[in-house]
Every structure is written in structure tokens, then in C-alpha cells.
């Protein structure tokens, strides 16, 4: 498709502004010559349709959660409910300045300070933070508040305790808390291998970041083990909780040992991803750790709702403003809406629908680890590696049947988790719509030893098709340079 | 092993290779690396005078879907790089003995070839 | 419950077929000593309409911030926005997919993150773009740990005037590492550059400036890039308003090495303060050390065009604890809103709303210079400028709050030596009139 520079015609408009009212006030006794750009800025002019026109063809070559089954594992695509849209729309809010007087901001703090009860309630955790942007804006908050606490009580532990299952995220925001990451071996049942971390534990590692249930979709039945090794050592155990979905209602970190967890409300909390963004990740902590949450926090004072510093002990400020309000609102008004029973019911038929799938596809898709899993069932294609098919072709051909892929090659660690193919149907999906997508993944299966071509050149009905990764790295065109007339 | 040896050469654990002409290091990585990275996009600038120690980092290799750290695999001052490599680096996919070599050591202590394996042991350490 | 499509019945059955007769047998792992005993105390189920009428109420706890209009920026702007933003970004086929993993169902949102790194990349006169981080405050932080990797250098110089929170995220980001910071003194409404050279040393990583600065001055950014390139610093560039762009000289032409903005300004509501979208613009050679995710241009196997994330190696997700940062989701929808915003706009609309901003600012400016209630200062800015206040701030609150207007911003709230000084913000969504009213409220004598 052209770029909307392609479409480029001069002197075509696509915004209303008024003339300038200001006449006698010359541009030239604003600003000062050095800082005048002398030319206009060379973007394009197109008219209001045509870039109506344009980004709605655009939104079609996407694939959003209202067009189909999405079972990315560990990304929680679950529906994302129109009233919550729709109320994150309300004037008073999306108009709501964040540097005004707190008297003018009453609705919004108290969503804030609501939303932290909820999330601490949920949780078991003490007091939240909602200030960061992201699941990993989360992580870098939790291992910040480790970094603090330790140098506070006088402590330079060098060290963090990272599973080999983890997301990426989570090394790399322990290094960016100046922490070596140590990594952890699953064992042959997916969870810590418990020797080891007995081992490597010791008093100059802050902690562990635990996922759990972990990437494989298995709840770690060590967790109380687990705490008390890494608590014996005066660490603190950091509960990522990208799997959070699972327990709802069912297990709480805060009741399992956790010290820190960070929660994503874009994937548990129904709020959009957007297509990568903009989610948000706060952090709750457990009650001596309060006092290095990032500043500021909202408080309520029986009267009004206000911004409270957090002290000199705060990790300081994430962000320029308090958070990714809408979506905050977003994840509140899902909270309202199922209240208690509809969070039990959330995790127990997302736990449900992964052993469904888990079950009805082990034998054409080997597990990592064949148990009963939590949310989700990380599988595996590395018997069709024999046909010349690839974990990846697999993925392509789903997209023929109109499905979105599952996550592939994640997570991966030898000699347990290769070519894996990680399940994620979530509570939203109607059972006949996850035994089309069983039944799809049969007939890929069977496709491969009879047709492997037409799986190893899939997908065939996209807009596009393997778009070449190698090129776009060996010859990165990253912004477009000159207009092409023939496009 | 089904990747490509080259005999004469040696090879460390983390699947770089030498071949040692008088005080002169040749280096690359083997063909089992090649093939595990992928098609390689981009090799990290080396400084030409750059001292290393057996085993240390050295420069990072990329393909579209992963990173690998290379290591020295002896000691020495970095006195050439190959820039066909850095500027085509699909010949490294291509040639990973050959054309693809990376860079080129003044080594200080040949002996050091000894901590490393021969083509047969690396097979034998890569026999999967 | 209504988002769960299964009903009991069916989720019998199923758990039939996976081989149990209780959902209990599927979670024995959890063990029972952590087992949540109790319903969790929070309110709800509510239907539909209890939930608006809940929701509606709340939000008429804030004032109507509607036709409240802001006199107040500082790193937040209200601006025009054209509705056909809104209406994109709520196609759920942009709010509702995930990250373009997968380019061949992700070419709207992969060409929309390759639109906005040309738009901003023209903007700014740099190579390379990084369409989306959290918001400005985080992408000033990451430009100054990029410069720290660099450079291999750790001292940071960041003037005074580049907003208050930017510097505390700085701080907040840089604390672990051993990285010192230095601030740069103010005079009146720019920076005072004039020790930077004694303060440049051979240690030095990057100077941070922001222009726009908070106080709206627009700071000779082009005089002090030599002096710092010399010492082997690379020179950063902080933009809240990025509207600033369409008027004002690309900071590329002014020896700017890493541009760090907020795009807020294109196409996002004030929301209370996020989401926003943060971008850093750079030079090819430091492509390699910028964090987040970048869009390219490759062709797919049939020739035709199509786009990829690309540069991947850099990410979290392959290199773990060597990324570049720790970034995964960013704020990609705002993505859409500031391509769609910035095509709206366009080569004249973008410099047309920065004129009216410009203009606008420098009426109210005069018009308060006129009332004898207000100290003004000479200095060049944008749509925000410093007064110092005669009468009582509490009674210039009150007097706009009255007349439906949010007061400026108290500027002792960050420097405590300013007393009494009000940063002003007035954009182009202001009529004459409404500042003319402005003046007048302010201008009357006690």
C-alpha cells in the first residue's frame, strides 16, 4: 500500500484552523532568527479523506481480537469490553490536565486511590503504584525498590536471580538496575530446580523474579520452598505477573511469599494492547517496602482525595505524570463489572479452556511438559521438523484459516522447551471457536505429511507474505527518503 | 555432525576457529554457529589494535532473531578485520572458513592453541 | 458471566473430555496453604448502567474540564485535535491487535510506526527514529543512559530548565549506575551556558538541553554544539512541545546528536497525564544503541513492499541482559494517533498551529505586560512565558476558576526561589477574545 507521503497532492488540507487573529504581532519579534526554521517541514498534504480513507485501509491489513481467535500465550489477548472504551472517553477526564490543583481533579484521584484497593485486595499485596507504563516499566520499578532497599539497609548485593524460562524483560530490567543476572535451570517438571537455587542463593544476591505460573503455563508447586530459601538469605521475592490471569480470585502473590509484583493490566485486566501499547504495569509491595514505592501516591483523607510524597526513601519518579490514566480506568471498570465471582469465574475457565486445547491436541503436538497447565499449554512442533516444516511455517499457515498464531520459539530453554508453540485462549473464547482452532491445528498437522509445501510457503491469502527480515536488517530503510512515482 | 569442518584449524567450546600462520591468528566462527545464528546481518565495529585475552569478548554477531558474543580464542592484538565481512555478512553463512573469516590476531603465546579442540574433537563436542 | 462466552454446562463437558471430574484435579499444584479462603472485598458485579452511572459520577467530581480551558502546559498541552483521530484509533483493528510480531497480519500498524519515523524524522532533520517509548520524561532517560553507552562516559550535564520531572526520571533511571549529573543555573527565561565549558571535561557524556524549556524559552542550542562535540559529549535535546517543530529550526541543523521528545501535543488528550508517547531521533551511527522498536522496509517473498520491526537484536526479547533497554510494550497506539495527526496537519497545518501558538502566547504576554499586575521578563519563547505576579496567586486562581479558566502553573511548586511566578501556557485553542478576557480579569486592581 502507498505511504500517505505517496498521496501527497500540493496544497491539499486536512484540518480546520482559523486565520491568524494577530496580525500586528510579527512572527519575527517572536522568535529570534537563529531559531526560525527557514523552510517548512517537508510532511505531506492530503485532504481529510484521503487520510480517512487511508488509515482505515491501513486498520485492514491488521488483525485486532474482534476479528478472531487470539491465542498468543503469555500476552492474555482477551476481550476488551466496549463499556470500558467507552468510558475512558468522558470529557472530564480525557480533558483533565495533571498538573491542576487536586480540588479540580477529584473523579480521577479517586479511580486512582480505588483502583490501588482493588489491585492490593486482589493481590494480597499492601499499597500499589500506578504509575508505570508497562509491564516492564513495572519489572524496572521492582528491581529499583530492590536496589533500594538494600543500599538503605547499608547492603551491595551485586547479584539477581533470574529462571532460564523468564521473559526477556526480566534480565533486562535487572540490568538496568546494575544487578548480574544469575539464571536459575528449570528442572524436569517445569518449576525451579530446587538444588539449585539453594545453592546459588546466597547473601550477596537481592532476590528472585518469579513468574508464576511460569512460561510454560505451570504453576510452581514450590513456591512456599522457594520464598523461605530466598527470604533465609534476607531476599525478596519478586512476583512478575504476566500469568496473573490463572489465579484471579484463586491464589494471591501477596499470600504466597511474594514481596513485589507487578501486574499488566493490558493483558489481565481486559485493557487493550493497541498494537503493542499503551498498557500499564503497577507495582504493589508488601507493607516495609512502601516507603520506596515511586513518588507520588494518591491518599484520601475521609474528605478528599490527594497526591501524598512517598518521602526521601522513594525510588524517585518513573515517568513525567502519574500514569497511563485511561487505561487505569479502563481495568477499574472491568473490576466493577465482574466483581468477585466474575474474577474466580475468569481464571477458572481460562484454566479450562488451555487444558481443553492441552488435551485435545497432545498427540499431534508434543508438550514441553505433559501435566495439567494453568492458563495456557506450551506445546511443540519439533516432530515436523522431519517433514522440513518449521514450528514457524506452522504458525504462517494458521493465518490461512484466519486465526491469529500462537507465541512461537517462546519460551525456550535447553533441553526442555524448543520449537514451542505456547496456547493462550483466555476466558473469552467460545468453545466452538477453540475447537475450530483444534481442529485447524489437526489439519495442519496432517497437511505437513501430505502437503509440507503448502505449509512451508504459508500464508497464502495475507496482504503479504514473509516479508524478508534478512534484508530489512542488512539494508535497514528506516525512514522513507525519496517519493517513488510508480508506487 | 552435518556442518562443514575444516581440518587444521582448531576450534573453542563457544564455536570460534583459529588457524595459526606463524604469529598471525586467523578467526571465524565454524560452520555449526553460522548455521545455529542464521543469516547474519551485522557485525559489531572491532577496533583494529584492540588487545584480547583467550576467551574475552571480542566483538557481537547478529542475525535477524539473535545476538552472539564472539571470543577471542587466543590472546593477542587485533591487526586486521575482514571488511568484506562486515559489509557482506552473508558470506560468513556462505564461507565460514574461507572468505567469511572475521578477524586476524598478532598472537603472543601460540601454545595457547592447546586449550583448544582439533576438527575431530570439536565434532565429537558438537555430535548432537 | 457476560465476557465469558462458555456456559456451565459446556465447561462440564469440557472438563469431561480433559479427563477430570472437577476443576480442583487441574490446579492441585497450587498448594493448599496458599489458597485464597475468602471472596475478595471488592464491590461489584454491576450491570451496564449501574457501572455509567457509577463512572458518569465520578467524573463529575472533576470540574468540566471541557470548557475549563488550561492556561497550564508544563510538559502537557491541550491542543485542537482533529476528530478523525479519534475516530481511527477506536477501529479496533489498531486499539484491540497485539505487537506486529507477525508482519503479514500487522501492516497497518508496521507502515503507520514507518509513517510517523519519516514524519518525525523530517521534523527533526535526523536519520533514524524510535516511534514510541512510554513519554518524553522516560525517552530523555534513555537518551542519556544511550550517551553513557556511547561515549563510555559517565558525567551528564542537564540545565536547569528542562522540565522537573524529566530530571527526576533522569535521576530516577541513572541512580544504579555510576553516572554523576550536573545542573546548569537559569537566567531569567533560558539557560546560562556560560560555565558550561569549565564544567565540560574529558568525562563528559552527553549535555542535556530542552528547547522549548520549561519555561517556555527557546534556548541558542546551535552556539554550544561545537563546544561540546570537541570535548567528545554528545549533545541531547529534550522537546515537551513538539508542536515547536513546526516553526522552529530542526535540531539536526543545530548539532543535535539524540532528540528526545514527548509527542503528546500531536493527536493525544490530556488524560490527567498518560498515556503520552515518547520518540528519540538520532544519527545512523548511533542506531545500534537506541532502545525500543523500530519499523523497516524490506519487500515479502512475491517483491512487493511490506514492513518489519527490524534492528531486533538490540531488544530485550534476544539479547536479555546486553538490550539496550528494557522496553517491550511502548505506546503503540499513540503511534497511529500522532501519524494520523501529523498527515492531518501537514507541511502548512503543523506550521500554522505552531504560528497561532506563538502569536497567541505573545498577545497574552503583552496584554499582561499592560496591566501594571504582572512583571514580565525579555526572553525568546514559544507558547509559554514566566511572569512574575504582583497579586496574590491564591486571588489569580480564584479570579480565573471563576471565569472557567485553569490557572497557570505555580512555578515555586519546582523552584522554590520563585515565588510568585506564574509560567503561562497558551495554545492556539484560545480565541482573541477569551485572552483579551483574560487580561481583563487579571488586569483589574485589587
Redesign the interface.
Same mark, same amino acid.
Given at each position: 500500500?502507498k505511504?500517505?507521503?505517496e498521496k501527497?497532492v500540493e496544497g491539499? =488540507? $486536512? &484540518?480546520? #484552523?482559523?486565520e491568524?487573529?494577530?496580525k500586528e504581532?510579527s !512572527?519575527k519579534?517572536?522568535?529570534?532568527g537563529?531559531? #526560525?526554521?527557514?523552510t517548512?517541514? %517537508? #510532511?505531506?498534504?492530503?485532504s481529510?479523506v484521503d487520510?480517512?480513507r +487511508?488509515?482505515?485501509a491501513?486498520?485492514?491489513?491488521? &488483525?485486532? !481480537?474482534?476479528?478472531g481467535f &487470539?491465542p498468543?500465550g503469555s500476552?492474555t489477548? =482477551? &476481550?476488551?469490553?466496549k463499556?470500558n472504551?467507552h468510558?475512558a472517553?468522558?470529557?472530564?477526564?480525557?480533558?483533565?490536565?495533571?498538573?491542576?490543583?487536586e480540588d479540580?481533579?477529584? $473523579?480521577?484521584l479517586?479511580?486512582m486511590y480505588e483502583l490501588n484497593?482493588?489491585l492490593s485486595?486482589?493481590t494480597g499485596m499492601d499499597q500499589f503504584t500506578l504509575s508505570p507504563?508497562? $509491564?516492564? +516499566?513495572g519489572?524496572?520499578t521492582g528491581v #529499583?525498590i530492590m536496589?533500594k532497599y538494600f543500599s538503605d539497609k547499608g547492603e551491595f548485593r551485586h547479584k539477581i536471580l533470574i529462571p532460564d524460562s523468564a521473559? $526477556?524483560?526480566n534480565?533486562?530490567?535487572?540490568?538496568?538496575?546494575?544487578f548480574n543476572?544469575v539464571e536459575v535451570k528449570s528442572n524436569e517438571r517445569g518449576g525451579i530446580d530446587l538444588a539449585e537455587l539453594h545453592k546459588l542463593m546466597d547473601e550477596d544476591t537481592v532476590g528472585l523474579m518469579l513468574t508464576n505460573p511460569n512460561t510454560v503455563g505451570?504453576?510452581?508447586?514450590n513456591?512456599?520452598e522457594i520464598a523461605k530459601v530466598v527470604h533465609s538469605k534476607g531476599g525478596l521475592l519478586y512476583y512478575d505477573g504476566a500469568n496473573l490471569n490463572a489465579?484471579l480470585?484463586?491464589?494471591?502473590p501477596g499470600?504466597?511469599g511474594f514481596d513485589i509484583a507487578h501486574l499488566n493490566l +493490558?493483558k489481565t485486566f481486559?485493557t487493550? +494492547?493497541?498494537? *503493542? *501499547?499503551?498498557?500499564a *504495569?503497577p507495582v504493589g509491595v508488601k507493607g516495609h517496602l512502601i516507603q520506596y514505592l515511586?513518588t507520588p501516591i494518591v491518599s484520601y483523607n475521609g474528605e478528599k482525595y490527594f497526591f501524598e510524597d512517598v518521602g526521601e526513601k522513594s525510588?524517585?519518579?518513573?515517568?513525567?505524570?502519574?500514569?497511563?490514566?485511561?487505561?487505569l480506568?479502563k481495568a477499574y471498570?472491568w473490576?466493577?463489572?465482574?466483581?468477585? %465471582?466474575?474474577?474466580k %469465574? /475468569?481464571a477458572? /475457565?481460562s484454566?479450562?479452556?488451555a487444558?481443553?486445547v492441552m488435551?485435545?491436541l497432545k498427540k499431534f503436538y508434543k508438550p514441553v511438559y505433559d501435566?495439567?497447565c494453568?492458563h495456557e499449554c506450551v506445546l511443540t512442533g519439533r516432530e515436523y521438523k522431519e517433514y522440513g516444516v518449521k514450528t514457524l511455517d506452522i504458525?504462517?499457515r494458521l493465518?490461512d484459516y484466519g486465526f491469529?498464531?500462537p507465541t512461537i520459539?517462546?519460551p525456550h530453554f535447553e533441553p526442555y522447551a524448543e520449537e514451542t508453540i505456547m496456547i493462550e485462549p483466555t476466558?473469552?473464547?467460545? =468453545?466452538e471457536n477453540i475447537d475450530l482452532f483444534i481442529d485447524t491445528m489437526i489439519k495442519i498437522a496432517k497437511e505437513i505429511k501430505t502437503h509440507a509445501e503448502i505449509v512451508k510457503q504459508a500464508?497464502h491469502t /495475507?496482504?503479504?507474505?514473509?516479508?524478508?527480515?534478512?534484508?530489512?536488517?542488512?539494508n535497514?530503510?528506516?525512514?522513507?527518503k525519496e517519493i517513488n512515482e510508480d508506487? | 555432525m552435518g556442518y562443514k569442518l575444516k581440518e587444521g584449524i582448531f576450534y573453542a567450546k563457544s564455536d570460534e576457529w583459529v588457524s595459526l600462520d606463524g604469529d598471525i591468528a586467523t578467526v571465524g566462527i565454524s560452520d555449526y554457529a553460522q548455521d545455529k545464528l542464521g543469516d547474519i546481518v551485522y557485525i559489531e565495529e572491532v577496533a583494529k589494535g584492540k588487545k584480547v585475552k583467550q576467551g574475552e569478548v571480542f566483538t557481537t554477531i547478529e542475525s535477524v532473531k539473535a545476538a552472539s558474543d564472539l571470543n577471542a580464542p587466543v590472546s593477542g592484538e587485533i591487526i586486521e578485520i575482514n571488511g568484506d565481512a562486515a559489509s557482506t555478512p552473508s558470506i560468513i553463512n556462505q564461507d565460514p572458513y574461507g572468505k567469511g573469516w572475521i578477524v586476524k590476531i598478532k598472537v603472543k603465546d601460540p601454545s595457547e592453541v592447546n586449550n583448544l579442540m582439533s576438527a575431530e574433537g570439536y565434532s565429537e563436542y558438537r555430535k548432537e | 458471566m457476560k465476557y465469558i462466552p462458555n456456559t456451565d454446562n459446556e465447561k462440564k463437558g469440557m472438563l469431561k473430555e480433559i479427563g477430570v471430574s472437577s476443576f480442583n484435579e487441574l490446579i492441585k499444584d497450587i498448594p493448599e496453604n496458599i489458597r485464597l479462603k475468602k471472596a475478595l472485598s471488592i464491590p461489584g458485579p454491576f450491570d451496564e448502567e449501574e457501572i455509567k452511572e457509577q463512572v458518569h459520577s465520578i467524573a463529575e467530581k472533576n470540574v468540566n474540564f471541557f470548557s475549563f480551558k488550561p492556561l497550564i502546559g508544563a510538559g502537557a498541552y491541550r491542543h485542537y485535535i482533529p476528530e478523525v483521530v479519534k475516530a481511527i484509533v477506536s477501529r479496533e483493528e489498531f486499539y484491540t491487535s497485539y505487537t506486529p510480531y507477525q508482519p503479514e497480519i500487522s501492516q497497518g500498524n508496521l507502515q503507520s510506526m514507518f509513517e510517523l519515523q519519516t514524519h518525525l524524522a523530517r521534523l527533526t532533520g535526523m536519520d533514524v527514529v524510535v516511534p514510541s517509548l512510554y513519554d518524553g520524561a522516560s525517552a530523555a532517560a534513555e537518551a542519556v543512559l544511550m550517551a553513557v553507552r556511547i561515549t563510555h562516559k559517565n558525567r551528564i550535564i542537564v540545565s536547569s530548565l528542562v522540565h522537573p520531572h524529566y530530571r527526576e526520571v533522569i535521576t530516577t533511571y541513572t541512580k544504579p549506575h555510576d553516572i554523576e549529573i550536573i545542573e546548569l543555573p537559569f537566567d531569567k527565561g533560558c539557560t546560562d551556558f556560560s560555565n558550561l565549558k569549565n564544567l565540560l571535561n574529558a568525562n563528559t557524556a552527553a549535555v542535556v538541553v530542552q528547547s522549548p524549556n520549561f519555561f517556555g524559552g527557546i534556548e541558542n542550542i546551535a552556539v554550544i554544539a561545537s563546544e561540546i562535540h570537541d570535548t567528545g559529549a554528545l549533545l541531547i535535546h529534550s522537546i515537551t512541545e513538539s508542536i515547536s517543530l513546526g516553526l522552529l529550526t530542526a535540531p539536526a541543523d543545530m548539532g543535535v546528536d539524540i532528540v528526545a521528545g514527548e509527542s503528546q501535543s500531536f493527536g493525544m488528550d490530556l488524560n490527567f497525564g498518560g498515556p503520552y508517547n515518547g520518540y528519540l531521533a538520532t544519527k545512523t551511527r548511533f542506531l545500534r544503541q537506541l532502545p525500543g522498536r523500530i519499523a523497516g522496509e524490506t519487500a515479502d517473498k512475491n517483491g512487493k513492499r511490506a514492513f518489519v520491526m527490524t534492528m531486533r537484536a538490540r531488544e530485550q526479547d534476544i539479547r536479555r541482559e546486553k538490550a539496550t533497554s528494557n522496553i517491550c510494550s511502548n505506546h503503540a497506539l499513540n503511534i497511529v494517533a500522532a501519524d494520523v495527526y501529523l498527515s492531518l496537519l501537514g507541511k502548512n497545518g503543523l506550521c500554522q498551529v505552531a504560528l497561532l501558538n506563538t502569536k497567541a502566547a505573545h498577545y497574552l504576554k503583552r496584554k499582561l505586560a499592560e496591566t501594571n499586575n504582572f512583571e514580565v521578563f525579555e526572553y525568546p519563547f514559544f507558547n509559554e512565558f514566566v511572569v512574575k505576579s504582583k497579586i496574590d496567586i491564591c486571588e489569580v486562581k480564584n479570579r480565573l476558576s471563576r471565569k472557567s479558566f485553569v490557572p497557570p502553573l505555580r512555578v515555586d511548586k519546582f523552584y522554590k526561589k520563585c515565588e510568585k511566578y506564574l509560567l503561562f501556557t497558551v495554545t492556539e485553542i484560545f480565541k482573541r477574545e477569551e485572552l483579551d478576557e483574560i487580561a481583563e480579569i487579571l488586569g483589574v486592581s485589587r
Open positions: 500500500m505511504l500517505i507521503y501527497s491539499r =488540507k $486536512g &484540518y480546520f #484552523l482559523r491568524d487573529p494577530y504581532i !512572527l519579534d517572536c522568535i529570534p537563529y531559531a #526560525l526554521s527557514r517548512k517541514k %517537508e #510532511l505531506p498534504e492530503v481529510e487520510v480517512v +487511508h488509515f482505515t491501513l486498520s485492514k491489513l491488521n &488483525y485486532g !481480537l474482534d476479528d &487470539y498468543l500476552c489477548m =482477551k &476481550y476488551n469490553p463499556l472504551e468510558l472517553l468522558l470529557d472530564n477526564f480525557i480533558y483533565a490536565h495533571p498538573c491542576v490543583d479540580f481533579v477529584q $473523579g480521577s479517586q479511580v484497593q482493588y485486595e486482589i507504563a508497562a $509491564g516492564a +516499566h519489572e524496572l #529499583l536496589h521473559h $526477556g524483560t534480565p533486562a530490567s535487572a540490568a538496568m538496575a546494575g543476572v505451570l504453576f510452581d508447586e513456591i512456599e489465579l480470585g484463586i491464589a494471591r499470600d504466597a +493490558h481486559s487493550p +494492547h493497541g498494537g *503493542g *501499547g499503551p498498557g *504495569g515511586p525510588i524517585g519518579r518513573l515517568r513525567a505524570f502519574w500514569g497511563n490514566f485511561s487505561v480506568l471498570v473490576v466493577l463489572s465482574i466483581g468477585d %465471582e466474575g474474577l %469465574e /475468569t477458572e /475457565t484454566i479450562i479452556n487444558n481443553y488435551s485435545k501435566r495439567f494453568m504458525a504462517k493465518m491469529h498464531p520459539y517462546f476466558e473469552s473464547e467460545s =468453545k500464508p /495475507t496482504p503479504v507474505s514473509r516479508p524478508d527480515e534478512v534484508r530489512a536488517a542488512r535497514p530503510i528506516l525512514i522513507l508506487r | - | -
